[in-house]
């Protein structure tokens, strides 16, 4: 019988608009996210070979992910982040505990896809606390979209808004068949968003529309299809203000409408 590790070949691409410090393991491949006419990172850009990198400033990542998908040839493909990065066993010295191909194996052994750690909004649903956030006419025109060419998901996803729990930051890494298959239907769902939403009064955070409402759909998709996951943590390269954060949040609550 062949060699697992011989015969595994995995990509994780690391989205990035700015030059930082990458992982060594050659299972990572920098790729500069919406480089369309901008000057050179030395990474490879998303605007080669079947790419949206000009849709980047509306997509996030997802210029990053879609450019793996049309270009990337490899048997399981995944997406980072320059701050953000996979872990099975975080430590002090982060950059020495990201994720490698090795640890990668054997997550495989009896699942699809590897997700990081779920976030739980306690008091807010999926659906609210993207609500107080951005704006409630992306999920809803999703849903209308979702209802004309995907019926059969509509019972999953208002399940799912009600829930306060989700996977978050567009991070995974999947066997290609199944990263096909995800990806045909994301991107079919959201080329048809960006048509039908008018986002020429939103601000540049709320812009970057598809790639908020992907983080919603990820689990939608997952669920309805029955794709065996697994979780691990998710490590942030940077330090994190949570209490930033939490004002923020709590500032957006009070003054959305």
Not at 66 to 74: P, R, T, V
Request: glycine share 4%; with cysteine; charged share 30%.
């Amino acid at each position: 019988m062949p060699d697992r590790e011989i015969c595994m070949n995995a990509k994780v691409i690391v989205a990035t608009h700015k030059t930082y410090r990458m992982p060594t393991d050659p299972m990572y491949v920098p790729v500069h996210v919406g480089a369309e006419g901008k000057p050179s990172l030395g990474y490879i850009g998303d605007n080669t070979g079947d790419n949206i990198s000009l849709k980047n400033k509306n997509y996030c990542e997802l210029s990053g992910l879609y450019w793996a998908w049309k270009n990337l040839d490899a048997d399981y493909l995944g997406i980072a982040h320059y701050r953000r990065h996979f872990s099975i066993r975080p430590k002090k010295d982060k950059w020495n505990s990201i994720l490698s191909e090795k640890e990668l194996m054997p997550l495989f052994s009896d699942c699809d896809v590897v997700l990081p750690k779920p976030r739980d909004y306690f008091i807010e649903t999926n659906y609210s606390q993207y609500a107080y956030a951005h704006h409630a006419i992306d999920l809803d025109t999703t849903r209308e979209i979702l209802t004309e060419k995907y019926p059969e998901y509509i019972p999953v996803y208002d399940d799912y808004m009600k829930r306060t729990i989700g996977h978050r930051f567009n991070m995974f890494i999947m066997k290609r068949d199944v990263l096909n298959r995800y990806c045909e239907w994301l991107f079919d769902i959201l080329f048809e968003l960006e048509k039908r939403l008018d986002i020429s009064q939103y601000s540049l955070n709320d812009s970057r529309v598809f790639g908020f409402v992907s983080e919603r759909l990820l689990d939608v998709w997952l669920e309805k299809n029955a794709i065996q996951y697994k979780e691990i943590p998710c490590m942030f390269m940077e330090k994190q203000n949570w209490i930033v954060k939490g004002f923020k949040f709590l500032v957006r609550k009070l003054t959305r409408k």
